[in-house]
Every structure is written in structure tokens, then in C-alpha cells.
């Protein structure tokens, strides 16, 4: 159905008052990477807070059907596949549903109550029931329930009306409703049961066709401008992937698309990375992310989970994150009713208190300076203002900060910009911040240290254990030029790389403190995919260089270590490593995840 011209109108000039609206963020880290993103708009890149809003059929049955119960940790969303629910049976109980206290305005004052810049909401989940007044299918909230309205456009409205940017979750591979989509093996011969390959090409085109795609269009085309359209579960190949994205980019060029639009083991196709399910990033990454989490173990609605995390640690994990550069999308699970759980409510209302105080050191701010973890908290920036987040009171009330070069300028508490702290630095770049006794916030106190000119931090150390390897990996390095730290949702321990080298300055970097010198072999482990073959990367100490041809491996992200030479450390101290291109080329290096320096022969002794 349509949207009537006014309401179009109306919230086409509303987002882009919101646009205009929201301060430039400073992004510009020590090689500005961010910045190659510049699809990424600013209320995404300066929000950094999101609600999530996972709503269908399955909120009537809240985690039981027939007797049987999830269990706990179980997704309540995907109830109908858990328990392999009949579609027929699936749709007595969609026709039941029936969201009588839903209420957009209230969903939404709750989101920018607790801080939120954008909300997105499940319009059609894996069970395909559309949550929203879809022509393409009468599987949908409006035709098919007793409910009879439509409470995207109500929250699109609403949203538009708030300042919030609106959103929408389509699953887009996965729908358990249709005969070819992918999923539903216990009703239907003709689905699709592989996550790598298709089994039926022609049959899961024809569901693209008739009704993934026709319901694309109608969520961009009816429901004003979408801010992003966040996509789950991949798809089986990257043309299909790009497909979709092209599709919104040519309906709504400033509308973005979450990475798991694509196949899951290849190159991101989406305009930022979504991070795993509850992920938590060990190290930044240096492009635009961001982590869908939840309040308690489930995203739908569940009647028995009660295993809800506190406003405490709320604030702690989105700290976190915000420092390490990514955005934190929350999640909530409403009833069938269209309620959110009281327990929801009350956690993002403390949340928001916190925020009412302190959103000056979350919006627009860029990830921590530091190479390393401070002992009593985090980090985030804005210019040369550094957000210290204290989460742990230093007993003797001194902060310390130890590692910045830049000479201090001030201090204050966020909530108390009038009352200096004092400053003292020591003549080993460590700062002295003098705080009060007891912190006045108990969660997280702010203090606010303006500096002169931009961080200048003391690089990262690999120290090495005396006679044992040396490990170069992710988290260790510095990264300039094209080099990037990036994520993949393919495998596990080697889910974070870097890749996008494709010159000699795209350098990967590590400092390290030698305690023995000797001779070391060097191990490589990377990723190649065919056609790489034609490059070749250096590895360098001081004046020795080792190079090395690339090789390509089996797939995207199938991890290969090679041994390609030995390195000669001829003196304790300090030692820096590149790794880089030896010529330009038109594609990646590789995707790198580690270098092992193992000892062979230490002061002339073999090992």
C-alpha cells in the first residue's frame, strides 16, 4: 500500500532536519581509515546507540507452544523452527496476534529516553509473516491479524517525529513460510537446506523474485527514508548479495546496508560490519561497525527468560564498544500484546539517566587514542578532549594516564565543567589527575582531559618472554596507509584480520622489545583467493628484508602458515617489524592474521 503523499512529505523533511541537525564527529585517528567510508552518514557515524526491536507471531507464544518449552538461551524467535512447527499450525497462531497496547509513540519516547539515535525493527523475520501492509504477501499484520493496522508506518511516523532514525530488519534469504526460500525442511521438499550452496537455483530465484525483492521495494518506497536496512543470516553468492544492495542504493542513495548482506565468507558487501550475535570486539576496528546485543539471553519475546543484564553493565559494554570504535545496537523483545517487559523498560530508563549526563562523551566521539587497556576504565574523543571513563575509583584518588606525550591543558569532571582538577606530569609521560574522594557517579564518572593538539600516545610493545616466540598478530599492530582491521563472521579464532594492503605504503606494523637476540624462522599465516597469486609481500627489520610470494588458499578465509625465512635479531631492545606489498597491485594482498617469530639459535646456541 502506498503512503500518502503528505506522510512522505512530512517524513522526508523531518529526517533530513535530523541530518542537518547532527554535529561532523571527529573521526580523523593517525591515518584517518575511517574516512574511506564515506557512504557512512553522520547520525550513524555520531549516534553510536541504536534500539533493536525483534517483533512478530512468535511474541504470542513467548517461548512455549504445545506443551513444550525453549530452553533457556534458546532464540524465541526462532520458535517455529525449534520445535518445527507446521507452516499451517504457524499460521493459526499468526492469526491470533493481535497488538492492542502497541503504541509507536511510546516505543520510541522510551528509545530517545535512554539515549537512542535510531531504531531498527524486525519487518520480516525467518517465519516470513510481514509486520507491516505488504501487497506481496497476505502473511502480513494487516491482512492476516485481527490487529488490522500498521505499525511500521505508525513507528516511521513516530520515529520522524522524535528525531530517530528509522530502520528496517529484513531476512532476506531465510523464510520458513515460502516452499523455496531457505529453512523449512520439515513442510517442504523444495527448500533450500545448504548454507553454502543453493539446491535449487531456479526454485530460491523464483522466491527472490516473487516475493524478497517485491517486498524490498514496497518497505523502500512506502515507508519514507530509511536510514538502514540491516540484513541477516547472508546470502549464497555475492551477486545475489549485491542484488539487494543496489537495489536500495538506487531507491534510497543515502540509506546504508548492514555487512551480512552478502555470503558470510567472502568480501564484505555492506556499507559497515556487523559484528557476531552478542559480540564483544577484543581490539578496534578500523571501518565502521557495529554489535547487535540483547538485555537478557533471547531477542524475541520470552515468558521465562528473566536472565536480564543490568543498567550497571548496559553502560559498561557500551562504553566499550564506543571506545573501540563501533556503534551498540540494543535489543528489545515486546509481547504479543505490544508491550515491551517492564524489566526492559526500567534498565533502558536507568541507562538513559546516565546518558542525560553524560552523552557528551558517547555522541560524536571517535575510539580511544591508547594502545593499550587502562586499568581503571576507558577512553572515547572528540578533538583534543579525551573521555576518561573511570569504572573503577582509584583508591588513593589519582588518576593515572600513562603513555600520552601531549602536554595537558585541563581537567574536570562532565558533571562539574566549572571545578578544575589538578594536574601534574611526570617525566615519564604519566599524568597525575588529582579526583575527589569518592566518585559521584557510581557506574561510570567522566573526566574530561583537553590536551594540546592531537594524541600523540606511545605506540604498543610486544615484550617477548626471554627464549620464546614472538607472536605479531591482529591486535598488536599498527596499521597506516590502505591497512586495515577488519572482521569476518567466517570460523572463529580467526574471525578479526587485516587486509586492503595493496601498495608498499599500506604497512602493517608491530614494535617489539627483543630479550633475546638471535636467529628466528618466520611463519606466516594468511588468506589468499585465486588471482592474488601475483603479489608479493615484504617483511622487514631495520635493513633486512624477507619477500615472499603470495599464494592463494582454498577460499576467502581459509587460513594457511608458511615459513618464508628467518630473520637475524642481533641485539636486545627494541625492534620494529613491517609488513607491507612489495609493488602496487589492483587487488588485496591478503587477508594477514599472524607472524611467529620461533627461535632457532640463540647466542649461538641451536635450538
Known amino acids: 500500500m502506498q503512503m500518502k503523499t503528505p506522510v512522505k512529505i512530512f517524513l522526508i523533511i523531518s529526517m533530513i532536519l535530523i541530518s542537518c541537525n547532527n554535529k561532523s564527529s571527529d573521526l580523523t585517528t593517525d591515518k584517518d581509515n575511517l574516512s574511506r567510508q564515506s557512504s557512512i552518514p553522520e547520525w550513524f557515524r555520531d549516534g553510536k546507540f541504536g534500539m533493536f526491536i525483534h517483533w512478530g507471531p512468535y511474541s504470542v507464544l513467548g517461548g512455549e507452544w504445545n506443551g513444550k518449552r525453549l530452553k533457556q538461551g534458546d532464540n524465541a524467535e526462532w520458535i517455529m523452527q525449534k520445535f518445527e512447527i507446521p507452516v499451517d499450525e504457524y499460521r493459526k497462531i499468526a492469526a491470533t496476534f493481535n497488538p492492542v497496547d502497541f503504541d509507536a509513540e511510546e516505543w520510541v519516547a522510551l528509545a530517545k529516553k535512554a539515549g537512542m539515535k535510531y531504531i531498527i525493527i524486525t519487518s520480516k523475520h525467518h517465519d516470513g509473516f510481514a509486520m507491516y501492509d505488504s501487497e506481496v504477501s497476505n502473511f502480513n499484520i494487516v491482512d492476516y491479524t485481527p490487529y488490522g493496522r500498521d505499525p511500521l508506518k505508525e513507528l516511521s511516523e513516530a520515529c520522524a517525529e522524535a528525531g530517530i532514525m528509522f530502520c528496517i530488519y529484513y531476512s532476506h534469504r531465510e523464510d520458513w513460510e515460502h516452499s523455496y526460500a531457505y529453512g523449512n525442511t520439515w513442510d517442504f521438499d523444495s527448500s533450500q537446506t545448504k548454507l553454502d550452496t543453493m539446491d535449487y537455483p531456479e526454485l530460491f530465484r523464483k522466491y527472490l523474485n516473487d516475493k524478497a525483492i517485491p517486498q524490498l521495494k514496497e518497505l523502500l518506497t512506502n515507508y519514507g527514508p530509511l536510514g538502514i536496512v540491516w540484513f541477516d543470516r547472508g546470502m549464497y553468492t555475492q551477486e545475489q548479495g549485491k542484488e539487494f544492495v543496489e537495489l536500495i542504493h538506487n531507491l534510497q542513495p543515502d540509506c546504508i546496508v548492514n555487512g ?41 519475546y520470552s515468558k521465562h527468560d528473566n536472565n536480564w543484564k543490568q543498567a550497571e553493565e548496559i553502560i559498561r559494554r557500551m562504553v566499550t564498544i564506543i571506545s573501540k570504535g563501533g556503534n551498540y545496537l540494543l535489543n528489545v523483545g515486546p509481547t504479543g500484546e505490544g508491550i515491551i517487559p517492564q524489566p526492559s523498560v526500567e534498565i533502558l530508563s536507568r541507562v538513559g539517566k546516565w546518558m542525560d549526563k553524560n552523552s557528551e562523551s558517547i555522541y560524536g566521539t571517535s575510539s580511544s587514542p591508547f594502545t593499550y587497556e587502562l586499568p581503571w576504565g576507558f577512553c572515547t574523543r572528540k578533538g583534543n578532549l579525551l573521555y576518561l571513563h573511570v569504572f573503577d575509583w582509584p583508591e588513593d584518588g589519582i588518576l593515572e594516564v600513562e603513555g600520552l606525550y601531549n602536554d595537558p591543558l585541563e581537567a574536570y569532571l562532565l558533571i562539574n565543567k566549572e571545578k578544575q582538577l589538578d594536574i601534574r606530569k611526570e617525566s615519564n609521560n604519566k599524568l597525575h589527575i588529582n579526583l575527589p574522594e569518592s566518585p559521584p557517579d557510581y557506574i561510570n564518572t567522566v573526566v574530561v582531559l583537553k590536551i594540546k593538539g592531537k594524541p600523540d600516545v606511545k605506540p604498543f610493545v610486544i615484550v617477548q618472554n626471554e627464549y620464546e616466540p614472538v607472536s605479531l598478530d591482529y591486535l598488536t599492530a599498527n596499521t597506516s596507509g590502505r591497512a586495515v582491521k577488519r572482521f569476518n563472521r567466517k570460523g572463529e579464532e580467526e574471525r578479526f584480520h587485516i587486509s586492503k594492503m595493496q601498495g608498499p605504503d599500506d604497512i602493517i606494523e608491530w614494535h617489539v622489545n627483543f630479550k633475546t637476540p638471535g636467529l628466528y624462522n618466520v611463519l606466516i599465516t594468511y588468506a589468499a583467493i585465486e588471482g592474488w597469486d601475483d603479489g608479493r609481500y615484504i617483511i622487514q627489520s631495520g635493513k633486512k628484508k624477507i619477500s615472499g610470494p603470495v599464494i592463494s588458499t582454498q577460499a576467502w578465509y581459509e587460513y594457511k602458515t608458511e615459513q618464508t625465512g628467518q630473520l637475524n635479531i642481533t641485539k636486545p631492545g627494541l625492534t620494529t617489524i613491517r609488513l607491507y606489498s612489495k609493488e602496487e597491485l589492483d587487488h588485496y594482498l591478503m587477508y594477514f592474521s599472524k607472524i611467529e617469530l620461533v627461535p632457532v639459535e640463540i647466542l649461538g646456541t641451536h635450538l
Open 260 to 300: 551480512r548482506v552478502g555470503h558470510y565468507n567472502k568480501e564484505l558487501l555492506g556499507d559497515y560490519q556487523s559484528l557476531a550475535d552478542n559480540g564483544m570486539p577484543i581490539g578496534g576496528i578500523e571501518e565502521y561497525w557495529e554489535t547487535p546485543q540483547t538485555l537478557n539471553d533471547t531477542w524475541g
